[in-house]
């Protein structure tokens, strides 16, 4: 009894819904048996009082009949309000664009490297772009979204997502009692994906979440159940024993211990997770590469360059995590593909270091973002110097904003991220380039995302004003387009 009122106050206080309990039963069995169970159990318990009632042996058994019939219409009114709940504003997905749509005007910037230019016309298939340019030709019946004064770019790309991280959604972060946190990330975190998307943001990066939620949100969003941003992602975390994140900021919690983190002491074992891991769908390898100036264990070089090694064997690509300029140094010598963070510890990124980024064509992925949140604004300046540095000398710089804290916003900690490339010297087309085009060949994804070329996914952010020259006019979003279906239309809330 007490089990089912606590489903009715879950249920009470979270919301309402839309879609069906298949949901609930094909996703969450556990929660759905419960409720049948007590169901089941109150319903012969009450059917069983009612024949004693019947045969008036006792007042008592009356009284027990009642209690009975009460619960068990308790335990089925919780379970479908439950259900009700689970599914109130879940933003939940939608099939494929069946047909054509055309974008006409306005000015294209299509993420290859191109100058800007005049868009003639965009055509949209299903969920691919088969046309731009003067030669297109569209069915007349065909929907237009007419682009007149504004700008056209891909849709953005955060190389550096924690999804369940506790970030804020809107415009501050909301305090959450431990069982409504609980119950949003049952739900697939619903704001979160609606801000990424509100924010331009089709297409993230996750750095280290549990593998079983973040593997399952991916097949949501990319079956059409849920609506999000594309999800490509690591899964757990590989890291030394007690190292980062196990032994510091997971270091009082055994679920993230377990589910996000994978702590590593020699190169088979490495290469025997990456290989479970390979076949449990994550798209990459994320590896933390920092001793914290010796503060704390990080992997040996031979380990990495295991794990490294073996995800290059499956066609994943790796990150590694680090701090120093050694660690930047031998993480790109051991094959990443991208650093993460980069140089964090205030010393300058030198010359060699610089050539070895550019010849090995790893990218740089700053997090400019969340550094500007944690650290000494004087070491800001150094962060922003290594940027300038490896950006002059030739290295490719990704967008990613490292999201983890209530004083950052899911979405738009990207519109900082790319702010803070331009301060840090990137030319504001540059800074979209590493939020685009340059984002998707990280992500191995190119030949689908990242420009505006024929047989590309339609993925397109329609803004007011031309960001490529001035980087904030990146937050007048206006329309976004996912999949070739319109997914944010803020024109229509200004009508």
């Given amino acids: 009894m007490a089990l089912t009122i606590v489903f009715v106050a879950l249920s009470l ?53 009642r209690i009975l019939i009460g619960g068990a219409g308790l335990v089925l009114v919780s379970g ?35 100058a800007p230019g005049e868009n003639a016309m965009i055509v949209i ?27 056209i770019l891909p849709g953005l ?82 890291t030394a024993p007690r190292g980062h994140p196990a032994g510091t900021i997971f270091k009082n919690n055994p679920y993230l211990i377990k589910n996000a983190t994978r702590q590593v002491s020699e190169p088979n074992e490495a290469r025997v997770e990456v290989q479970k891991l390979a076949r449990e769908g994550i798209d990459g390898v ?27 064997k499956h066609h994943l690509w790796v990150a590694v995590h680090t701090r120093s300029v050694d660690e930047v140094r031998d993480a790109v010598r051991a094959g990443a593909d991208t650093i993460e963070h980069g140089v964090t510890d205030g010393s300058a990124l030198d010359s060699e270091t610089i050539a070895l980024l550019k010849e090995r064509n790893a990218m740089y992925v700053p997090t400019l973002a969340v550094a500007q949140v944690y650290i000494d604004p004087d070491l800001m300046e150094a962060y922003l110097d290594n940027v300038k540095a490896a950006k002059e000398g030739g290295v490719r ?54 420009t ?3 047989n590309k996914l339609a993925d397109l952010v329609l803004v007011e004003g031309q960001p490529w020259e001035q980087i904030t006019d990146i937050g007048k979003i206006q329309l976004v387009i996912q999949a070739g279906r319109v997914v944010v239309d803020k024109r229509t809330s200004a009508r």
């Fill in 80 to 114: 479908l309000t439950l259900v009700v709940a689970y599914n109130r504003d879940l933003y939940t997905g939608h099939s494929p664009y069946q047909g054509t749509l055309i974008i006409q005007g306005g000015t294209l910037f299509d993420g290859t490297g191109a």
């Fill in 286 to 312: 994320k590896a933390v590469y920092d001793d914290a100036g010796g503060r704390r264990p990080t992997l040996s070089l031979d380990i990495l360059r295991a794990i490294i090694d073996e995800a290059h």
């Fill in 157 to 238: 790309i955060d190389l550096h997502v924690h999804f369940y991280a506790p970030a804020a959604e809107g415009d501050e972060y909301k305090e959450r009692s431990f069982p409504a946190m609980m119950w949003d990330f049952v739900r697939q975190r619903p704001g979160v994906r609606r801000a990424f998307h509100e924010a331009g943001v089709t297409c993230i990066r996750s750095m280290g979440d549990p593998k079983d939620s973040i593997v399952k949100l991916k097949a949501q969003v990319a079956s059409g159940e849920l609506a999000g941003p594309r999800v490509y992602c690591v899964g757990p975390i590989f």
């Fill in 397 to 450: 710089i990704g967008t990613g904003t490292d999201t983890n804290n209530p004083k950052m916003i899911f979405g738009r900690s990207v519109h900082r991220e790319l702010e803070l490339l331009v301060q840090a010297g990137l030319t504001p087309g540059e800074a979209l380039l590493s939020a685009t085009g340059d984002a998707a060949r990280a992500l191995h994804v190119d030949k689908d995302l990242g």
């Fill in 452 to 454: 505006i070329e024929p």
């Fill in 125 to 151: 298939e299903n969920d691919r772009i088969v046309c731009v340019g003067h030669e297109c030709e569209a069915p007349r019946e065909a929907p237009v979204i007419d682009a007149t004064g504004l700008s």
């Fill in 13 to 65: 206080s979270f919301g309402g819904g839309s879609e069906g309990i298949w949901i609930l039963w094909r996703d969450y069995p556990a929660i759905a048996a419960i409720c049948l169970i007590l169901a089941i159990v109150m319903g012969l318990g009450w059917w069983r009082a009612v024949r004693e009632t019947g045969r008036q042996r006792s007042g008592r058994s009356t009284w027990l009949g």
